[in-house]
């Protein structure tokens, strides 16, 4: 260990030395404002120090975590996702009485697990980040110990997560055993002339990390966890935990992947092995993941759970663009997780908002007539919606464009036109909760009616709006929305950055 | 040819109407008087400024006769701003005379929405208007574009709008007639997105460049599998839209659930869009493929006249008589474009107008009928002529109007494509003429049945009030108008249509 590796790992440092704080702080103060100005300021510190260190290039430290501007994009993408969910969390949590700050311990725990997980490149590292994120999220998603379901929702998490790590493990040691390499970046290439074992190994792994990403089949945990966690806590996992695995993933096969036109190079490269097979197992997981989320998110009358459906086939989408396996596919999946990123996040926040202090908003009968109650966070959801559903003037479309883009610049025709089908079938379902929040509504009060009034976000002006949102959780969820539609009108500088970032990443 | 003031006046005609209805739904009070007021103006000033370069244009350009010639510069003005230049995509508008005439028609159909909801929309008026306003930019939005990308843009911009109005303003069954409405237009739409992607991959495969200009993907060489392929895949989205016979389901109930200015957008403009589509876009980029395809086009075209039309005559519900009517009448807009004549296309382009005018004044027509009885019911009707004559004489002139009578520009234009489809297909001919056959019988049978014979109910009716008035009869001035003197209409479109014709041909010979 030298200093130079320390600096290089700054962020995870002020991320580790952080949470000990708020777990301090919480445990000898009980003060929530403290614990949550501490936990914004290790995020913030841990955002600016990737970003600083974006600019330094690629290096490794310790010979198990590399960093290069897809990393330290990951980062911000990681870190500003959790910093999302705080603000979220803090404006449910201050409503419920005896909270001390010990959740945002867990929660910047996880984020720094989730940090390690994307800059991994070895067994150890990987397993250590993704047992770091995993564990910490067992206790945000039974955080609620009053609701049956919450406990449920960790118990089966628990279950579930842990299961999938004695795959991962398990495949990790045939692997091992089989290539006697631990590197993640010769898993991808792995396969020709070895064998049953390595590629056994690799399916193994393949699993457990299916069931991070909850892309059918390894989806069941999906809508159980997602009910039964707090709301921001969902919009945590939907985001955050599958946006690190989907960067690990990315970086591990795109070696593999790059230059050599996707799936078909990589066919070519192990024709004959079981491993040749690994690219059509992709394929058909994606096609089953946007075909299974959203068939069962259209009978859903649970706002949450119909969004764990979608998410596992957003999961879907960002597997075709995976599949393309170019330079391009790269910079389809960092854009499209940003704009999953704000818009899932954004999604969650707005529930967080509707919810009280005990249950989520969740059933679809709770939006009815939002337009009128609430209008600011109706139209921030409706925002959020559209843009899950890939319409113009939102983030979305463009995701879907540039992720079409390059899933047909590699010629994967059937998955382009899935993806157009299940492109059509999810609006369907977001067009549902959309019109319920806008149905019953009858027009702006006579007496109350002033947008301009209302602009002070839930001033409370308007009759039934009693709640008042928080102003910074407000000001997160306008700042969510006008990323959103921002990058539905303007997408060219971020795409533009992304590719700066990928090409001297790759 | 360039419009003096700059080709940025193009912008105009989607920023102002998009800038009406957010503004109009941000300061709009309840009772709407103010939202109504802008959109009304903000497509009224589209108007005008369709007009002044309507004159414009036609004090420069003379084209006399129908001759196919070679399409030079096609374009009266044209904007290009860069947008997203990594992906080769750009914020680029073309004004030529086909998009000019639709750019008009979008303006006068607007201000006739936003006058036929004046009382009968009461509740969310502020957001009704939006929502107006929303997809009046899409709309002109697709009129004008010409990078690809931008006019898949606005071409999914137009549905969440429209959705909103049927869903949220229409009668009895509008949650199921909004659902269908968006399923099939957003899968259509998504095809052609994948047929587009596909063909500025192909395009960047074979040049390098990555570009979704109409002009640059124009003459990318695909195989001829390939282009069947996208061509088709533009053909869904546009035929779901215009619509062509098997995929009109959509149409009847959303023209009949949605409100009366939902109903006259979607049949006055919305339609169009479909026709525009297929003369913009899918037979100039494959005109081979669309050569290949027309034979099926054109029977489709013929099934849709002949099945709109009876179906028309078996309704009886007053709007889903004018909704199917609709199927009948553009099954000529696709009959025309797909002989690919110089009269048969020009006739699909004013039949394109004259069907938006006339079937929008229709719509309002009904409307205003169903705002004073509550009922659409044709059976419950009958004899209304002698309490309202000012709406019976509209509803007389709009009925004939549906027929094709002389003296109407829906004649002129029916007569150019049956003339133009001869040469083509005497047996296509022959069958879409018995089209006009029927459309005697519903049209007649629309009209007497509610207006003439003994009142089968006793109905208490006001007479048209002076907006309802003036708006009809200045549609039926219009179609009377352009009806003795199509020329300016011809004039203006018929360089695009000779363009378009010029490619097909070119096509044939290579």
Known sequence: MNASDLVGILPLVILAVGSLLVLFAAAFTRSLPGSFLLTLASLVGSIAASVALGARGPFTAYGILSFDGFVWFGFVLILGGTLFAAVSSWAVLRRRAGEGGDFFFLLLLSALGACVLAASTAFASFFLGLELMSVSLYGLIGWRRESGLGTEAAIKYLVIAGASSAFLLFGMGLFYAATGTMDLARMAAAGAGQGLIAPVGLGMILVGVGFKLAVVPFHLWTPDIYDGAPAPVTGYIATVSKGAMVVVLARAFAPAMVGTGGVSGLMGDGAGTVSSAFPWVFAVIAALSMFGGNILALRERNVKRMLAYSSIAHLGYVLVAFLAGQADALRAIAFYLVVYFATTLGAFAVIAELSGPEEDADDLDSYRGLAARRPWLAAALTAMLLSLGGLPLTAGFVGKFVILRAGLGAQLWTLAVILAVNGTISIFYYLKVVSAMFRGYVGHGAAAHSPVGAAATGSGALAGARARVPLLAAAALAVLTLIVVILGVFPSPLLSFIGTLTTSGF | ?510
């Open chain 2, 1 to 510: 040819m360039a419009v003096s003031g700059g080709a940025w006046v193009l912008s105009l005609f989607i920023f102002v109407p998009l800038a009406a209805g957010l503004v109009s739904w941000a300061l709009g009070r309840s009772n709407g008087g103010f939202s109504r007021w802008l959109t009304l103006a903000a497509n009224l000033f589209n108007l005008c400024l369709a007009a002044v370069l309507w004159l414009g244009a036609a004090g420069t350009v003379t084209l006399p006769g129908l001759t196919p010639s070679a399409a030079g510069s096609q374009w009266m003005a044209e904007l290009s701003w860069p947008w997203i230049p990594g992906l080769g995509i750009g914020f680029s508008l073309g004004l030529d005379g086909l998009s000019l005439t639709m750019l008009a028609l979008t303006g006068l159909l607007g201000a006739m929405a936003v006058l036929s909801g004046w009382t009968g929309i009461r509740e969310r008026v502020p957001f009704f208007h939006m929502n107006l306003g929303l997809v009046l930019a899409g709309i002109n939005g697709v009129f004008l574009a010409t990078d690809l990308f931008l006019f898949v843009f606005f071409w999914e911009l137009m549905l969440i709008p429209m959705y909103f109005l049927i869903d949220l303003w229409g009668h009895e069954n509008r949650h199921k007639a909004a659902v269908k409405f968006f399923l099939f237009t957003q899968i259509g739409g998504l095809l052609m997105l994948v047929a587009v992607i596909a063909l500025v991959v192909l395009h960047a495969m074979a040049s390098g460049t990555w570009t979704f200009a109409l002009k640059d993907l124009m003459g990318t060489v695909v195989s001829p599998v390939v282009g069947m392929l996208l061509m088709l895949g533009f053909f869904a989205a546009f035929a779901v839209k215009l619509p062509a016979f098997p995929l009109h389901t959509w149409l009847p109930d959303a023209h009949t659930e949605a409100p009366t200015a939902g109903s006259v957008i979607l049949a006055g403009l919305l339609l169009k869009t479909g026709g525009y589509g297929l003369i913009r876009f899918a037979v100039p980029l494959f005109p081979q493929a669309s050569r290949a395809f027309a034979p099926v086009a054109i029977a489709l075209a013929v099934a849709g006249i002949v099945y709109g039309g009876v179906m028309a005559f078996s309704q009886k519900d007053m709007k889903r008589v004018v909704a199917y009517t609709s199927v009948s009448h553009l099954g000529f807009v696709l009959l025309g474009l797909y002989a690919f004549t110089a009269q048969a296309v020009s006739g699909a382009v004013l039949q394109m107008v004259s069907h938006g005018i006339s079937t929008g004044a229709l719509f309002m027509l009904v409307g205003t009928l169903q705002d004073r009885i509550h009922t659409r019911e044709l059976d419950r009707m009958g004899g209304l002529w002698a309490q309202v004559p000012r709406m019976g004489a509209a509803a007389l002139v709009l009925s004939m109007a549906l027929v094709g009578l002389p003296g109407l520009v829906n004649f002129v234009s029916e007569f150019l494509v049956l003339v133009g489809t001869w040469p083509v297909s005497p047996v296509a001919t022959v069958l879409a003429g018995l089209g006009l056959v029927v459309a005697t019988i519903y049209a007649l049978r629309l009209f007497q049945s509610a207006f003439h014979g003994a009142p089968r109910e006793k109905w208490t009716l006001t007479d048209l009030d002076p907006r309802e008035t003036g708006t009809l009869f200045l549609a039926i001035a219009l179609l009377v108008f352009f009806g003795l003197y199509p020329l300016p209409i011809l004039h203006m479109v018929q360089q695009s249509v000779s363009g378009v014709l010029a490619l097909v041909s070119a096509g044939g010979s290579v």
